[in-house]
């Protein structure tokens, strides 16, 4: 039975295995390959000679048979993550598929394991996963799909593939491997590691006597620091398996690494570190740094986006460098990037957003916006595609709107603009647009969630009250709140991001400004004076508190719909759904007062 032998010291170990691999070797070409001395051999031979595992210098059946329980099993490759630190390229394809050097990073890595003997490969994929499946007939490895890859760490990817867990390699699917690490026969469960003379942010470990790890901490100076892969034998993974089980699921470790349950269980489990020498082991955290390994990756990398990049600005894929993630928005991705010219953005399109967006509506809002002085970061739309690429605001911070004069700036602007007398053809409507997002999600099933039959047709009410204000139409930005400014260091206001722009009632951007800004019924009727630059009327406060409630039913439904194509809106859908539940009936009994149009503002505002 596998697992059955005898325990071997490492030593006895690596003089065996050596001797498996080559039957005729002598003790110095011993010494030199297991890395020992030649006095090390010597008494371990004679060691193994004792116990019969080694006869005249040769390995015995005996010690064939006391080398399979550290035969390695299988290999697993996590390949499931969204590798955001390299936007954009990971926008366009999964970090491990990315070509280097001339290879393809994971295709490397499974014709290393191969030729180390490792035939049995497991993939575990989530982000883009179809873009790996061709490998299953490539390479005859196993697809496990991780459903759970965006609100998990990848600890999640070892639960999927818990009971695969052996003697099994556990790898990332990005690394360069110079040299191939991957044995058939390994002693013990191991870390990769490499040491840094200086100072390292990466997952640094402290090994005991016997090289067995007895701490790990984030960042270290003179350290082994993790890299690569990992090796986990019959005992660690039993041991492993165990914690994932109990932990795995548990909200607060949703967010962990694998290593990091490690971290935390290290007096339960054994691992030892296992060092390579510098330049081995290749983990690339950032494009710089993948530039650095190979100078011409962007000449050779097939991305639309650099060669959008390029065509724009007029620049050669070389001078672009700094390149890095931006905070990503609900629809949308961005990275930051730099040229010789300057720093720019660019804008990736989310998945689904041309089911959402009229683009060619877009790049006529941001001419506009451009020439009214609103946002002169525009620099480039596809108006087909949707990607778009923008000057950057160095050191820019948001608009914060408990910031009393922020606020009254932001509502000055939005005034600015509707009163501009700028059209485009593009118009938004939030009744109309919820009707939209309603229409996909009923062609996807019944709308079954309790009470929303009821909420939908009192804001069937609303709207026919609203239309009656006959309130102008006008050029509006459709998302107006906060994370949408950026003031500079001058003190100039930028409103960014014009992609929901349209002709519109000139409330809607005052609706999205409160709901989206979370402003409580104080804050929001202090905004309201600050639009108007005066006590609004009666008339014109009910108008704009149903666009309040209007806001949050439209962006509830756009919410419902994102989250029925799988994508994760979080917090925001209970927000919305808030605002629009909360501001319903209140607004609706102010127009259906059959003697609204003769009480004061004052009384208005006391009844809201």
């Given at each position: 039975?596998?697992?059955?032998?005898?325990?071997?010291?490492?030593?006895?170990?690596?003089?065996?295995?050596?001797?498996?691999?080559?039957?005729?070797?002598?003790?110095r070409s011993i010494a030199k390959w297991a890395a020992l001395s030649l006095g090390s051999v010597s008494a371990a031979i004679g060691e193994l000679e004792g116990m019969g595992l080694v006869a005249a210098g040769r390995l015995t059946p005996a010690g064939l048979e006391a080398l399979l329980p550290y035969k390695v099993d299988n290999a697993v490759i996590l390949a499931a993550g969204l590798s955001s630190r390299f936007a954009p390229i990971s926008y366009e394809k999964p970090k491990g598929l990315l070509k280097v050097r001339g290879e393809i990073l994971i295709e490397r890595q499974i014709e290393q394991l191969q030729t180390a003997g490792i035939?049995?490969?497991?993939?575990?994929?989530?982000?883009?996963?179809?873009?790996?499946?061709?490998?299953?007939?490539?390479?005859?490895?196993?697809?496990?799909?991780?459903?759970?890859?965006?609100?998990?760490?990848?600890?999640?990817?070892?639960?999927?593939?818990?009971?695969?867990?052996?003697?099994?390699?556990?790898?990332?699917?990005?690394?360069?491997?110079?040299?191939?690490?991957?044995?058939?026969?390994?002693?013990?469960?191991?870390?990769?590691?490499?040491?840094?003379?200086?100072?390292?942010?990466?997952?640094?470990?402290?090994?005991?006597?016997?090289?067995?790890?007895?701490?790990?901490?984030?960042?270290?100076?003179?350290?082994?620091?993790?890299?690569?892969?990992?090796?986990?034998?019959?005992?660690?993974?039993?041991?492993?398996?165990?914690?994932?089980?109990?932990?795995?699921?548990?909200?607060?470790?949703?967010?962990?690494?694998?290593?990091?349950?490690?971290?935390?269980?290290?007096?339960?489990?054994?691992?030892?570190?296992?060092?390579?020498?510098?330049?081995?082991?290749?983990?690339?955290?950032?494009?710089?740094?993948?530039?650095?390994?190979?100078?011409?990756?962007?000449?050779?990398?097939?991305?639309?986006?650099?060669?959008?990049?390029?065509?724009?600005?007029?620049?050669?894929?070389?001078?672009?460098?700094?390149?890095?993630?931006?905070?990503?928005?609900?629809?949308?991705?961005?990275?930051?990037?730099?040229?010789?010219?300057?720093?720019?953005?660019?804008?990736?399109?989310?998945?689904?957003?041309?089911?959402?967006?009229?683009?060619?509506?877009?790049?006529?809002?941001?001419?506009?916006?451009?020439?009214?002085?609103?946002?002169?970061?525009?620099?480039?739309?596809?108006?087909?595609?949707?990607?778009?690429?923008?000057?950057?605001?160095?050191?820019?911070?948001?608009?914060?709107?408990?910031?009393?004069?922020?606020?009254?700036?932001?509502?000055?602007?939005?005034?600015?603009?509707?009163?501009?007398?700028?059209?485009?053809?593009?118009?938004?409507?939030?009744?109309?647009?919820?009707?939209?997002?309603?229409?996909?999600?009923?062609?996807?099933?019944?709308?079954?969630?309790?009470?929303?039959?009821?909420?939908?047709?009192?804001?069937?009410?609303?709207?026919?009250?609203?239309?009656?204000?006959?309130?102008?139409?006008?050029?509006?930005?459709?998302?107006?709140?906060?994370?949408?400014?950026?003031?500079?260091?001058?003190?100039?206001?930028?409103?960014?991001?014009?992609?929901?722009?349209?002709?519109?009632?000139?409330?809607?951007?005052?609706?999205?400004?409160?709901?989206?800004?979370?402003?409580?019924?104080?804050?929001?009727?202090?905004?309201?004076?600050?639009?108007?630059?005066?006590?609004?009327?009666?008339?014109?406060?009910?108008?704009?508190?149903?666009?309040?409630?209007?806001?949050?039913?439209?962006?509830?439904?756009?919410?419902?719909?994102?989250?029925?194509?799988?994508?994760?809106?979080?917090?925001?859908?209970?927000?919305?759904?808030?605002?629009?539940?909360?501001?319903?009936?209140?607004?609706?009994?102010?127009?259906?007062?059959?003697?609204?149009?003769?009480?004061?503002?004052?009384?208005?505002?006391?009844?809201?």
């Amino acid at each position: 039975m596998k697992g059955a032998g005898t325990n071997l010291t490492k030593k006895q170990f690596s003089v065996l295995d050596v001797l498996r691999a080559s039957p005729e070797a002598r003790q110095r070409s011993i010494a030199k390959w297991a890395a020992l001395s030649l006095g090390s051999v010597s008494a371990a031979i004679g060691e193994l000679e004792g116990m019969g595992l080694v006869a005249a210098g040769r390995l015995t059946p005996a010690g064939l048979e006391a080398l399979l329980p550290y035969k390695v099993d299988n290999a697993v490759i996590l390949a499931a993550g969204l590798s955001s630190r390299f936007a954009p390229i990971s926008y366009e394809k999964p970090k491990g598929l990315l070509k280097v050097r001339g290879e393809i990073l994971i295709e490397r890595q499974i014709e290393q394991l191969q030729t180390a003997g490792i035939t049995s490969i497991t993939l575990v994929v989530g982000y883009m996963k179809e873009y790996f499946f061709y490998l299953e007939d490539k390479y005859g490895v196993s697809i496990v799909v991780n459903e759970k890859y965006a609100s998990h760490n990848n600890n999640a990817s070892l639960w999927c593939v818990r009971n695969r867990l052996l003697n099994t390699y556990v790898c990332s699917s990005d690394d360069y491997f110079t040299q191939n690490p991957f044995e058939p026969y390994v002693w013990k469960a191991y870390y990769a590691a490499q040491w840094s003379e200086g100072q390292t942010d990466e997952w640094c470990m402290e090994a005991g006597a016997r090289g067995q790890i007895v701490s790990v901490s984030m960042g270290g100076r003179g350290s082994w620091y993790m890299t690569g892969h990992a090796y986990f034998d019959r005992a660690f993974s039993k041991r492993f398996t165990k914690i994932l089980d109990a932990e795995c699921n548990l909200p607060e470790t949703f967010d962990k690494l694998w290593e990091a349950l490690l971290a935390e269980h290290l007096t339960e489990l054994d691992m030892v570190v296992r060092p390579y020498p510098e330049g081995t082991i290749n983990e690339f955290d950032s494009l710089d740094e993948l530039c650095v390994f190979d100078p011409h990756f962007l000449q050779n990398v097939d991305s639309d986006i650099f060669d959008n990049i390029e065509g724009v600005l007029g620049c050669s894929k070389d001078e672009i460098h700094d390149v890095y993630p931006l905070k990503q928005g609900l629809t949308n991705l961005s990275c930051h990037f730099a040229t010789g010219e300057g720093e720019y953005v660019y804008r990736h399109p989310g998945v689904g957003t041309e089911l959402l967006i009229d683009r060619r509506g877009e790049v006529a809002a941001l001419k506009t916006a451009k020439n009214l002085g609103l946002d002169d970061t525009f620099i480039y739309e596809d108006p087909t595609r949707g990607w778009k690429i923008s000057r950057f605001v160095p050191h820019a911070r948001g608009l914060d709107s408990k910031d009393s004069s922020q606020v009254a700036h932001a509502m000055r602007m939005a005034r600015s603009l509707h009163e501009s007398g700028a059209k485009v053809e593009n118009h938004f409507d939030f009744y109309e647009e919820a009707k939209r997002y309603e229409g996909l999600l009923l062609e996807r099933g019944p709308i079954d969630i309790p009470g929303y039959a009821e909420m939908a047709a009192k804001v069937d009410r609303l709207e026919r009250c609203v239309k009656a204000d006959n309130a102008p139409t006008c050029l509006n930005h459709n998302d107006f709140f906060e994370l949408n400014f950026l003031i500079d260091e001058d003190d100039t206001y930028y409103l960014i991001d014009w992609e929901y722009a349209g002709m519109s009632d000139y409330a809607n951007d005052f609706g999205t400004f409160c709901v989206c800004c979370q402003l409580d019924e104080d804050e929001v009727l202090a905004a309201l004076a600050d639009y108007f630059g005066r006590a609004p009327t009666a008339a014109e406060t009910r108008h704009n508190l149903a666009h309040v409630q209007l806001a949050g039913w439209c962006w509830y439904l756009w919410s419902l719909l994102k989250e029925a194509e799988g994508d994760f809106v979080g917090e925001w859908l209970y927000i919305y759904f808030r605002y629009a539940e909360r501001y319903l009936d209140k607004v609706l009994a102010l127009y259906e007062e059959a003697c609204l149009e003769s009480i004061p503002r004052e009384d208005v505002v006391a009844r809201f």
